[in-house]
C-alpha cells in the first residue's frame, strides 16, 4: 500500500534554532517527492520537488535531502523565523501516474 | 511562477442550498485539475480528479452526485456543492498541473461553512 508517514507530528523551537522533518514512504514507482509548507487557512505552497535521481535541493532556508534506497526524506529548516510557522507536508508522486499520497503533515512552531 | 486562484475564499451557506467554488490557474493551461478537502488538523484528502472536456474522476467515497465537478475550459474548473449539509463544511482546495506531471500548483483555498 502507497503510504507516506511524517514525523514529528507536531514541532515547537524557539526563533534562530534549526530543526529537521522527517518523511519516509512507501510509494512504488517512484517518480519525485515535494516538500509544501501550508500556512493555517491557506493553500500549500511548494518548497522543493525532486526526482529518483536528486539526493539534495535547497530554497532559501529550507534544504530537503532525498534517499531513494531507504526511501527517506528530510527538510532541514535553519535559522527559523516566526514565519516559519506552518504545517510542512510531504508529497509523493507515483510514476506514470497523477496520483500523489500526501503524508499527515508536521505542524511547526516557532516561538520568539 | 504559476498562480491557481479560487473563488470566493470563504462562503457560509444554509443547510440544503448549493455553493459553486472556482479554480482558475492564471498564466498556464491546466491540463489537470485536482479537488481536495481538509478538515482541520488534516492533511488533504483528494476528492476527484478532471481533465479539461472530460467527466470528472472520484476517489472512492467521494458521490459524484454531490460534488459535481465541471471543468469547462483548459483554466477554469467548479466544483458545486449540492444540498449542502453541515458535516460538508470544510476547507476546500483545488490544484492544477500543467505540462509537467512535476508541477502541482495548489489555489489558496475555499473555507465552506453550512448552517
Known amino acids: 500500500k502507497n503510504q507516506v508517514e511524517q514525523s514529528p507530528q507536531s514541532l515547537i523551537i524557539l526563533e534562530g534554532k534549526n530543526c529537521t522533518l522527517q518523511c519516509n514512504y512507501t510509494v512504488s514507482p517512484f517518480s519525485n517527492l515535494r516538500w509544501y509548507k501550508q500556512d493555517t487557512g491557506r493553500g500549500p505552497v511548494s518548497l522543493t520537488i525532486m526526482t529518483f535521481s536528486e539526493n539534495t535541493k535547497s530554497n532559501g532556508r529550507y534544504t530537503a535531502t532525498l534517499d531513494a534506497d531507504t526511501k527517506q526524506s528530510s527538510l532541514h529548516i535553519t535559522a527559523s523565523q516566526l514565519s516559519d510557522s506552518a504545517s510542512y507536508i510531504c508529497?509523493?508522486?507515483?510514476?506514470?501516474?497523477?496520483?500523489?499520497?500526501f503524508g499527515t503533515g508536521t505542524r511547526l512552531k516557532v516561538l520568539a | 511562477g504559476a498562480v491557481v486562484s479560487q473563488h470566493p475564499s470563504w462562503v457560509i451557506c444554509k443547510s440544503g442550498t448549493s455553493v459553486k467554488i472556482e479554480c482558475r490557474s492564471l498564466?498556464?493551461?491546466?491540463?489537470?485539475m485536482f479537488w481536495y478537502r481538509q478538515f482541520p488538523k488534516q492533511s488533504l484528502m483528494l476528492m476527484a480528479t478532471?481533465?479539461?472536456?472530460?467527466?470528472?474522476?472520484?476517489e472512492q467515497g467521494v458521490e459524484k452526485d454531490k460534488f459535481l465537478i465541471n471543468h469547462a475550459s483548459l483554466t477554469l474548473s467548479t466544483l458545486t456543492v449540492t444540498s449542502a449539509h453541515p458535516e460538508d463544511s470544510s476547507f476546500y482546495i483545488c490544484?492544477?498541473?500543467?505540462?509537467?506531471?512535476?508541477?502541482?500548483?495548489f489555489g489558496p483555498g475555499t473555507r465552506l461553512t453550512v448552517t
Open positions: 508529497v509523493v508522486s507515483a510514476g506514470g501516474t497523477y496520483k500523489y499520497i
Open positions: 498564466d498556464f493551461q491546466a491540463t489537470t
Open positions: 490544484s492544477a498541473t500543467g505540462t509537467t506531471v512535476y508541477e502541482q500548483y
Open positions: 478532471s481533465n479539461e472536456g472530460s467527466k470528472a474522476t472520484y
